[in-house]
């Protein structure tokens, strides 16, 4: 799924300038919550595949905490 980040841009320059009405800021915080989403599992993706390698050359795979 690919975030409209150009809709995100165009509705917080929007804001700045005029104001939004109720369904945009209702879109905006939709489309907010999904580019977090997206960014937060690409991280957790990435940090689901990185190892720690100690000074032996022994690699351990990072713990969720």
């Given at each position: 799924m690919a975030?409209?980040?150009k809709r995100?841009?165009?509705l917080a320059r929007k804001a700045k300038e005029?104001?939004?009405t109720p369904a945009e800021?209702?879109?905006q915080?939709?489309?907010r919550r999904e580019?977090?989403?997206s960014v937060t599992g690409g991280?957790?993706?990435q940090l689901d595949n990185t190892y720690i390698v100690d000074e032996h050359g022994n690699k351990t795979k990072l713990?969720?905490?």
């Open positions: 975030v409209d980040v995100i841009n165009e005029e104001g939004l800021k209702q879109e915080a939709k489309l580019y977090i989403n991280l957790r993706a713990k969720k905490p």
